[in-house]
């Protein structure tokens, strides 16, 4: 299932850097290619636009390395990209711009 909410904000021409908010989830602590992949749940734009249930957004830093545990809010800044799903589907996620996490303030 595509995420629609993500959807409307992916444009080649228009697309631009945005703040997220969300709950830290999960993380994968094995390196990869391209860093540490983190779940962020109950994500929305900073202005309270809910955006997906969950995200899987990569990181180069480890959120436990900036004082954070799961279960903190956190707000981080990111740009809607397409993806191919493992199963050859397409979708969108969020590709985080700037390497860090801040605490954020959100009520769920």
Known sequence: ?????????????????RVYVGRLGDI???RKK??????????????GEPIADHLWIRS?????TMGLTI??????????QNYRKEDGSMDFGVDVVQESFA??????
């Open 60 to 64: 180069e830093v480890l959120p436990q």
């Open 28 to 30: 994968s602590f094995y």
């Open 71 to 80: 279960g903190d809010i956190i707000r981080f800044t990111g740009i809607v």
């Open 34 to 47: 391209d860093g540490y992949r983190v779940l962020v749940s109950d994500v929305s734009l900073e202005t």
């Open 1 to 17: 299932m595509v995420r629609r909410s993500l959807q409307k904000f992916y444009s080649k021409k228009l697309n631009k850097p």
């Open 103 to 108: 605490k954020g303030v959100m009520a769920i």
